[in-house]
């Protein structure tokens, strides 16, 4: 951070340092260069070897260096999203690689994929972001997920399906930050009227975890209510969550439950009411 702020560009024998027989030293000058961002731009070669080195965090640290550095990294793309499709290993079992490369793909607004496809091979950036969604971490899910919006529905279909699966097969930790990949995967499939999301959508909101479920619930319905009246068939099930947030919930403010119960209660009249058919898909028919 000293050196980013007191030079306009990294020395050369910073540039040096990405050489050095110590791991260190070259930890050392990834982070540098980071801070350096755009400037650092005469390392993108020497970064981009570093792609393939054995070490796993030296990997990881060069990435985000390319990162950092932006467009004049573009040349990298390719082979961090490569790299990010290959997943878990023996030698990194819970993707640690990957899910730190999500963060440096993908991650708003600094992401080198930038809000366009335009350019980019589609089955690489396909295969990424599938092998993305399966990771183990929540919060890696949930920042791929940043990239749906920028999408346009042709870009988008192909992975739909890995998107409901990242929905009814939720990562197993991060799950704090797990439900922004769920939310943001229901709202696509509803925006879409994908049919499997209806059900998707409820399962959630019976099976949820209760941190933030207070704020969660009323959007979860939000999402179903889009569906009109596709979504009576759900309606008992939708009755008994009702219920069972009204009787109030083990180690969970009763007043937010009932705040939950509303939320429910309210999607259920809208639904009942609603003429809307719009016409549906199906993921797997």
């Known amino acids: 951070m000293a050196l980013a702020r007191r030079l306009k560009s990294p020395p050369e024998n910073l540039l040096q340092m990405l050489e050095s027989s110590r791991l260190e030293a070259r930890y050392g000058a990834c982070q540098a260069l980071v801070h350096f961002k755009q400037a650092a731009a005469p390392a993108v070669p020497q970064l ?19 990162v950092a550095i932006g467009p004049p990294a573009k040349p990298a793309l390719p082979l961090l999203l490569e790299r990010l499709s290959r997943g878990p290993s ?6 640690m690689e990957q899910r730190y490369l999500s963060y440096a793909l993908f991650d708003t607004p600094r992401r080198l994929l930038g809000n366009s496809l335009e350019g980019l091979d589609r089955e690489a950036f396909y295969d990424a972001v599938r092998a993305g969604l399966r990771n183990e971490d929540g919060r890696a899910r949930t920042i791929i997920s940043s990239i749906y919006t920028a999408l346009s529905e042709d870009d988008i279909r ?13 990562a197993p930790s991060g799950i704090m930050f797990a439900d922004g990949s769920r939310l943001a ?6 925006k879409y009227r994908v049919a ?5 959508c409820v399962r959630y909101a019976e099976t949820q975890n209760p941190w933030r479920s207070q704020a969660r619930t009323p959007e979860l319905m939000k999402i179903l209510v889009t569906y009109g009246a596709h979504a009576r068939p759900l309606i008992p099930r939708l009755e008994k969550l009702a219920e069972r947030f009204e009787k109030g919930e083990p180690d969970f403010p009763f007043a937010l439950s009932q705040q939950k119960a509303k939320a429910v209660r309210e999607a259920i009249e809208l639904i009942k009411n609603s003429q809307a058919l719009p016409p549906l898909v199906n993921l797997y028919r």
């Open 48 to 66: 981009m070897k570093l792609l393939d080195h054995e070490d796993l965090w030296l990997r990881i640290k060069a990435a985000e260096a390319l």
């Open 90 to 95: 023996k030698e990194d079992p819970r993707g």
């Open 158 to 170: 192909p992975i739909l399906p890995d998107i409901y699966r990242s929905i009814v097969e939720p």
């Open 185 to 190: 995967g229901l709202r696509v499939l509803a």
């Open 196 to 200: 499997e999301g209806m059900e998707a």
